[in-house]
């Protein structure tokens, strides 16, 4: 069973994951606009607005997704009872960290590891 404060983060997780599927949508709805020509010949201007607008859009995509994952990895910790423990060394990750980044894998020690 889970205790309050695994409801909270899980509670918090659900909600960012709603909303990122929500700009993914929106993303690519855009992305998808872009392509679409308004019957008139594209200019080169045109052309590189179009280009640069879409690795901007598909740069937010891929890191929108890896969240979606990470997201998806910790509501699955929580099932499985892992929430809050370290994936690098097992302690605690620490409330604190988990309320800033509940998708967290690792506490603040080895997250400095991990990085370096």
Request: aromatic fraction near 2%; charge should be positive.
């Amino acid at each position: 069973m889970m205790d309050t404060w695994e409801n909270e983060a899980r509670a918090a997780l659900l909600q960012r994951r709603s909303s990122l599927r929500g700009v993914l949508r929106a993303n690519v709805a855009e992305a998808e606009g872009l392509r679409r020509r308004s019957g008139r010949e594209p200019d080169p201007v045109d052309e590189a607005m179009e280009e640069s607008a879409g690795e901007v859009l598909e740069k937010l995509s891929e890191r929108e997704q890896r969240e979606l994952r990470d997201i998806d990895d910790a509501l699955v910790r929580i099932r499985q009872g892992r929430f809050g423990h370290c994936a690098r060394c097992g302690g605690a990750i620490g409330r604190h960290r988990l309320r800033a980044i509940p998708e967290a894998r690792h506490c603040m020690a080895c997250s400095a590891q991990v990085r370096g």
